[in-house]
């Protein structure tokens, strides 16, 4: 995924002079290619993301396209109130990079996680929330965000989970995408980022007529997809690398409560820090987020709903 | 836009100031009139709009990132024909254009203002915009002193000076005071133009009230040789032109009754700044 976000914003800056890259000196190796064959389009604004963000919002007033990377506990969680008011108030056209989201810094703790970067940035009007789950996702959502010249949050999670999909997918904003064909009337999965891949593997293995679909775009997000996918479903899993308080789950849960209610499990981070260290399997596996855990609540919410 | 003739006198602009406050039954009153002089200068001798387009592409950039002044800029605009004289007479009113604090949906604000410390780096953006693309225009930032206790100054200002811009001018309304007191008896600035030296801008300090000497300061530092970007420190009078509102911040959150606004009116009017 790092490869085609590299190859991605050399792309959209050597074919748009007006496309420049903020980065609050992070990234090391990922900009070697951009600063190589972009160099003037390069600005490292140091450690000052608050100033950055300042920045690109005037660099957007004044005709650039800026993309502002940085770790998502930084970009946006330490600069929510730049992107509300500098950008977002005013639809600049800034693609906000979070990088790292969930834990993927799962040796370096709380400091560098970044589970509620979804349920505060969603609430800003005016600023979309993307959230891909591979390299395809990732460059249909660049290009989507590029082409939309609206303020975008793009989340990026864990980037080695591998595919799921063949290729850049023929993405809409607000679209949902069918990662795995199913029956109607059985098991709907909805997952974003790193938990798409997860979502894939338990319905391939156990629930072979559940369909499964990766939602790139958290905001907006197609109501009437998700409330023909909520009324056509026994149960809906929702699983997110995030909070349940905000997240995916919760733009689920609203829209169906709505026009189409089901019964729901939203399968996330359950409102706690990282108590400890250890790689990023061990960290899934103390927030209940590892493929057995996952398992093992869809089995007890699927007996709990069957009666 | 077409604009009749503008009248940047520093008493007509706070007549405007008054009316307006008294309409709206506004606050906020002692931060615009430290500014007062700062604007006539810049929007009379300086800012450049051409066509008198607040939008124009090549404009130059005025940011009022302490947007509590903000009723001295639409003042301003007014004069300019950019605001219109039922915006002012219908203050505050239900539905009504102009806010409290500075709305860049508005042509000629460049910012949302009122949370402090945003101004200065969406400036040192267009600054650096500005010197990417290889223009003339100007970026001027003007901050409170007490908006200068907020960190992402000082994070603009090392951009600022790392960058060399040089097209960049902040103006610090150094009035002596914020909120809720003194400003040295909140967060002591000490010597605010050499903390700005030490970031590495140029700066002087002025009389902020002297409009002859703020149009030579920024004549002077557009004709430095210096790469360095500028800082003026003006020194102002919070509440200034109405003798019982200067060096007095209970006029940062007081409004006017008709007796006070008739008071203020005739001092106003009685006093040749």
């Known amino acids: 995924m790092r490869d085609a976000f590299s190859d991605t914003i050399v792309r959209l800056a050597k074919a748009d002079p007006n496309v420049l890259l903020l980065t609050g000196d992070h990234g090391y190796a990922l900009f070697d290619d951009f600063r190589k064959e972009c160099s003037s ?52 056209p800034v693609m906000l990079i979070g990088d790292g989201a969930g834990f993927v810094y799962s040796y370096l703790g709380t400091s560098h996680q970044s589970t509620e970067d979804i349920a505060c940035t969603r609430a800003i009007p005016n600023l ?24 975008v ?36 999965f909805i997952a974003t980022g790193s938990l798409v891949h997860t979502a894939m593997n338990i319905a391939a293995d156990l629930y072979s007529d559940a369909v499964v679909w990766s939602a790139p775009f958290i905001k907006p997000i197609d109501h009437q997809q998700v409330t023909t996918i909520c009324a056509q479903s026994r149960v809906v899993v929702v699983l997110e690398e995030h909070s349940v308080l905000g997240g995916l789950g919760s733009v689920i849960t609203e829209i169906a409560c709505e026009l189409a209610p089901v019964q729901i499990l ?42 | 836009m077409n604009a009749s003739t503008p009248n940047f006198s520093a008493k007509a602009l706070r007549k405007t100031v008054l009316d307006m406050a008294y309409a709206g039954s506004a606050v906020h009153i002692g931060c615009a009139f430290s500014i007062i002089e700062l604007l006539v200068v810049l929007y009379r001798n300086h800012l450049h709009y051409p066509g008198n387009d607040p939008l124009a592409a090549n404009r130059d950039y005025f940011v009022l990132s302490k947007g509590h002044g903000v009723m001295a800029q639409y003042a301003c605009m007014r004069e300019l024909g950019w605001l219109h004289n039922e915006a002012f007479t219908g203050y505050f009113s239900d539905g009504s254009l102009l806010k409290g604090l500075s709305d860049s949906r508005i042509p ?37 002193d007490g908006e200068i206790n907020e960190g992402p100054i000082w994070e603009g200002a090392l951009f600022a000076a790392q960058h060399r811009l040089k097209n960049f001018m902040v103006i610090v309304d150094e ?20 903390k700005f030296e030490s970031f590495g801008f140029e700066a002087v300090t002025i009389d902020g009230h ?20 500028k800082a003026l420190i003006a020194k102002t009078v919070k509440g200034k032109g109405v003798p019982f509102m200067e060096h007095n911040n209970i006029w940062h959150y007081t409004r006017l009754d008709q007796h006070t606004y008739m008071q203020a009116l005739e001092a106003v009017a009685g006093n040749a700044l």
């Open chain 1, 128 to 151: 979309s929330v993307y959230s891909p789950a591979d390299r395809f996702e990732l460059i249909a959502c660049m290009d989507l965000a590029y082409k939309s010249k609206v303020p």
């Open chain 1, 266 to 307: 939203r399968v996330g981070v359950q409102d706690r820090f990282s108590e400890h260290c250890g790689g990023y399997e061990y960290l899934l596996k103390e927030h209940g987020l590892d493929r057995l855990a996952i398992e093992q609540r869809v089995h007890d919410f699927l007996k709990k709903t069957a009666h």
């Open chain 1, 41 to 92: 389009q390069y600005i490292n604004a140091g450690i000052a993301e608050q100033n950055m963000v300042g920045m690109a919002a005037g660099m957007a007033r004044a005709g650039f396209r800026p993309i502002v990377y940085g770790l998502s506990a930084f970009v946006p969680m330490r600069v929510v109130e730049q992107i509300k008011l500098d950008i977002a108030h005013d639809q600049l």
């Open chain 2, 175 to 194: 009035n002596g005071f914020q909120a809720m007191g003194k400003t040295q008896e909140v967060l002591n600035l000490g010597n605010i133009q050499s």
């Open chain 1, 153 to 188: 949050y793009l989340r990026m999670g864990k980037s080695d989970r591998g595919d799921v999909h063949m290729g850049v997918p023929q993405a809409k904003v607000g679209r949902l995408l069918e990662v795995k064909p199913g029956q109607c009337g059985d098991i709907a």
């Open chain 2, 210 to 229: 002297d409009e002859i000497a703020i149009d030579n300061a920024i004549t002077q530092f557009w004709a430095s040789n210096s790469t360095a970007p």
């Open chain 2, 108 to 144: 000629g604000m460049e910012v949302t203002s009122g949370s402090l410390g945003h101004g200065f780096s969406v400036g040192v953006g267009m600054a650096m915009g500005a010197k990417l693309r290889s223009t003339e225009q100007k970026t001027y930032v003007l901050v409170g």
